[in-house]
């Protein structure tokens, strides 16, 4: 078992600047891919970001360019950096970890609230 722990989310002003992290209980080295999603009130979860064990990224449309994933495996962390935010951009961030390894299954955090108005 994974537990994953999301922090870093707030208020910010359009424009602005957030860094999400998500830290795991264990290893994400053979994770082999991860990924950062968010829901929005009255939305279904959809998929912001992903990296996989060898990094190689992908993104959302609507983010590219603005929002960078990246992954710590020393930290056993998942960090999300997300600029030029948007109201639009105002959901919940979830983390997810998959492992064909041990410890085998897809994992996620509680979510992280972020609100972008002025």
């Known amino acids: 078992q994974v537990q994953l722990v999301e922090s870093g989310g707030g208020l910010v002003q359009p424009g602005g600047s957030l860094r999400l992290s998500c830290a795991a209980s264990?290893?994400?080295?053979?994770?082999?891919?991860m990924g950062w999603y968010r829901q929005a009130p009255g939305k279904q979860r959809e998929l912001v970001a992903s990296?996989?064990?060898?990094?190689?990224?992908n993104y959302q449309d609507s983010v590219k360019g603005r929002f960078t994933i990246s992954r710590d495996n020393a930290k056993n962390t998942l960090y999300l950096q997300m600029n030029s935010l948007k109201p639009e951009d105002t959901a919940v961030y979830y983390c997810?970890?998959?492992?064909?390894?041990?410890?085998?299954?897809?994992?996620w955090g509680q979510g992280t609230q972020v609100t972008v108005s002025s």
């Open positions: 264990g290893s994400i080295d053979n994770a082999y891919v």
């Open positions: 997810n970890a998959n492992y064909k390894t041990y410890p085998f299954g897809t994992y």
């Open positions: 990296i996989t064990g060898r990094e190689i990224t």
